[in-house]
């Protein structure tokens, strides 16, 4: 939903002026995939060691370079199915590391809501994947991009509000984990009902 509404402007104000930068170019977009992998792995040392801020901080940057690398691989023609498979594994692995950060901090109070977390996210990137591979991709990223509910922005913001404010975290993660499920089965829904239609077009 974010990223649908403010990407355009997101891109157009922020993205596209850095892409510009010899500094950014003289990079590979690789580059800015492992940084932000990184900094999320970083989140699970920082936040149970009791560093919110910085784990924040993390975060904030670790889910910028997320969005840099595709970018600058598709402004230097360098985008390529390998650098698409590593940004989706890298993107699975910071949220990995992100839950069991947020396991960390007390791991007999949240430890059901974290594995609800963690398996609403496999089920939602599943019905993901399941649609980019049997529908015709018409954008401009690696594969075809499913709109969701509950996309990548969503999720950060909710993986940083539970980071700032944990005395909320039993709503924030409830309501995150119902959401990413609610995605997953609407995607679904939304899929069956399209290729049923195709199937039954003469």
Same mark, same amino acid.
């Given at each position: 939903m974010i990223d649908t509404k403010w990407r355009g402007a997101y891109q157009t104000y922020l993205i596209e002026p850095l892409l510009k930068k010899k500094w950014i170019q003289d990079r590979s977009p690789t580059t800015f995939t492992l940084a932000g992998l $990184?900094?999320?792995?970083? +989140? @699970? @040392?920082?936040?149970?060691?009791?560093?919110?801020?910085?784990?924040?901080g993390c975060?904030?940057?670790?889910?910028? =370079? %997320?969005?840099? %690398?595709?970018?600058? @691989?598709?402004?230097? &023609?360098?985008?390529?199915?390998?650098?698409? @498979?590593? %940004? +989706?594994?890298? %993107?699975?692995?910071a949220e990995f590391a992100i839950l069991l950060s947020l396991y960390l901090?007390?791991?007999?109070?949240?430890?059901?809501?974290?594995?609800?977390?963690?398996?609403? +996210?496999? =089920?939602?990137? !599943?019905? $993901?994947?399941?649609?980019?591979? $049997? !529908?015709?991709?018409?954008?401009?990223k690696s594969f075809y991009y499913s709109i969701g509910l509950i996309e990548r922005s969503e999720a950060f913001v909710f993986f940083g509000a539970m980071i700032l404010f944990p005395e909320a975290f039993l709503i924030l993660a409830t309501t995150f984990s119902s959401l990413v499920f609610l995605t997953g !089965?609407?995607?679904? &829904?939304?899929f069956v009902k399209n290729f049923s239609t195709e199937v039954e077009s003469p």
């Open positions: $990184f900094l999320s792995l970083l +989140i @699970a @040392a920082l936040l149970p060691l009791g560093h919110p801020l910085l784990a924040f975060l904030v940057f670790s889910g910028f =370079f %997320d969005t840099l %690398d595709g970018s600058l @691989a598709r402004y230097l &023609k360098q985008d390529s199915p390998m650098g698409a @498979a590593l %940004d +989706i594994c890298s %993107d699975r692995l901090v007390s791991p007999q109070q949240r430890g059901l809501l974290c594995l609800l977390s963690l398996g609403s +996210i496999l =089920f939602c990137i !599943t019905t $993901f994947l399941v649609v980019g591979i $049997f !529908t015709q991709n018409e954008t401009k !089965t609407l995607r679904l &829904k939304q």
